[in-house]
């Protein structure tokens, strides 16, 4: 079997060499004649098409140690999958030994110490069910088919990073099988230099086996989800945005979406497809409280459709997902903003109303609170000055709609990108994103990383990544 090498010509491997790694795997190693090739090769976004040379479906630390020495020893190209929700497809690679992470799923919860303690191959919704057992949450991100490692790595903001910051802030320890194939602890007292350049710095360091999160009290119920409108209210929603947002108790976090309606049962039939500004809440506090908190919200006008209410904290966290499946294509801009002002919000109708596929969306996040309370050393990821996150998420079916929508995204990005902080989102940068957009991601932070990468990973072997270059 030909596997691509770390110096770049591919090498030969004999079978009898892949069965000696078979016999020490407690895992499977899958090839591409194999059923499930297909479906551990493939990522969220359909327009990655990678197809490595043979994969491993790690089953623990042991098989994760056996697979970097095994890459190791006969130079092997790496690729590390997580959730696979990365858009820019840094999962995969073609002709690499990929390490598909995705049967490591076990969740341990001590309640005691507030800390959760999650395989890698997690998703955001393993961890959330798992920690709502014991009324507590950890901060993670809005979908919940994400893999918890990719977004922490890179930061990862969800509807509680207003209250407690990134989920990279959150993260107490993480066990790594380094670039040499041992396991080490990384926190604040254990290896800190690596534990830092980890917390936003993405998986440049080592492979992480097991994340300990923070966690904290979160009643099974929130006052969450979404309230539609026509497009043309959406002066009146997004100047209610603004306001609401400008002062909103950091147990509140507002979203905005302008799209197409999609053909969500709580719109009727008449309204898919047809242009629509859409507010999402979720408030983490008292629910009693976020019902009155929210009432400004569903009373603005005549709302097409509005499920802001009670529910499951779990149930909000998976309410988008159906909207971002597996499979679609994607292409994605992204910034920083400081604030939603005025001649952003004329923007972000102008480019909302000549989305050109019924998926796409302008998303305004706001993020504003204890992140910004840090100081940007604290960890990578930096940008402590991001109030909003923009998103322009094009999103499509077919191969010749390609250009199209990657041309709105631009495009619209072109024109907004004079609001921005001068930031953007490590983990929301396309394939075609290069130096300067991962120097505006983690500008700061990039000689403090260049130097754990030399310490910790000098010949590169963790590459398929935003990768950082080895100080010299
Ligand atoms: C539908 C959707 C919704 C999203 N929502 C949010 C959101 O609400 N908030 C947010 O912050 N982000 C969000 N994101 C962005 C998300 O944070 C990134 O896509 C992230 O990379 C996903 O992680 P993953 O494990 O699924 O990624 P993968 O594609 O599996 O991996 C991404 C990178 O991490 C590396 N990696 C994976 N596992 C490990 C490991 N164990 N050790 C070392 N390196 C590893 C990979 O090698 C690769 O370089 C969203 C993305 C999508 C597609």
Not at 79 to 86: A, L, M, P, R, V
Not at 139 to 168: D, K, N, Q
Not at 326 to 355: F, T
Not at 360 to 388: M, Q, T
Request: proline share 6%.
């Amino acid at each position: 079997m030909k596997v691509k090498t770390l110096r770049g010509p591919e090498v030969d491997l004999p079978s009898e060499v892949l069965d000696g790694l078979k016999l020490q795997l407690s895992g499977s190693a899958i090839f591409a004649s194999d059923a499930e090739y297909e479906e551990s090769r493939t990522v969220w976004n359909g327009m990655i098409n990678h197809k490595p040379a043979f994969l491993v479906r790690c089953i623990g630390v042991s098989d994760v140690i056996t697979c970097v020495q095994f890459a190791r020893k006969h130079d092997l190209l790496l690729c590390i999958k997580g959730g696979g929700h990365n858009i820019a497809g840094l999962a995969t690679a073609d002709g690499a030994m990929m390490l598909d992470m995705s049967l490591m799923r076990g969740v341990w919860v001590d309640p005691q110490e507030k800390v959760a303690h999650a395989q890698a191959g997690c998703l955001l919704g393993d961890v959330d069910s798992e920690t709502q057992v014991h009324n507590l949450a950890a901060v993670l991100g809005f979908v919940s088919r994400t893999g918890i490692a990719g977004l922490t790595l890179g930061g990862g903001f969800g509807y509680l990073t207003r209250r407690w910051g990134w989920a990279s802030d959150n993260v107490v320890g993480m066990d790594v099988v380094t670039a040499e194939g041992k396991l080490v602890h990384a926190s604040e007292k254990e290896n800190a230099d690596l534990f830092w350049g980890l917390r936003g710095g993405g998986g440049n360091f080592g492979i992480v086996t097991r994340f300990d999160y923070r966690l904290y009290p979160m009643g099974s119920e929130i006052v969450g989800g979404p309230v539609a409108w026509p497009a043309s209210e959406a002066p009146r929603v997004l100047k209610l945005y603004r306001e609401l947002t400008e002062n909103a108790p950091p147990e509140l976090t507002l979203a905005i979406l302008m799209r197409p309606a999609p053909p969500a049962p709580w719109l009727s039939k008449e309204h898919h497809g047809k242009p629509v500004v859409i507010m999402i809440a979720c408030y983490s506090g008292d629910p009693e409280l976020g019902v009155e908190i929210v009432a400004p919200i569903k009373s603005l006008g005549n709302p097409i459709g509005d499920v802001m209410t009670r529910r499951p904290y779990t149930q909000l966290q998976s309410l988008l997902d159906a909207t971002q499946p597996k499979g679609r294509r994607y292409y994605w801009k992204s910034e920083y903003l400081p604030a939603v002002e005025d001649g952003l919000c004329q923007k972000v109708m102008k480019h909302a109303s000549n989305i050109p596929s019924p998926h796409s969306a302008v998303i305004l996040f706001h993020i504003a609170g204890a992140l910004n309370g840090l100081k940007d050393e604290h960890s990578p990821v930096g940008n402590r000055d991001a109030r909003y996150v923009l998103n322009l998420a094009g999103s499509w079916e077919n191969e010749d709609e390609d250009q199209v929508n990657i041309d709105w995204a631009r495009c619209a990005w072109g024109d907004m990108k004079s609001f921005s902080t001068g930031g953007t989102y490590i983990n929301f940068l396309v394939e075609d994103e290069g130096p300067e957009r991962i120097e505006a991601a983690l500008g700061k932070g990039l000689k403090r990383l260049s130097e754990i990468k030399a310490k910790w990973d000098p010949d590169n072997v963790f590459r398929i990544n935003r990768n950082i270059k080895a100080a010299k």
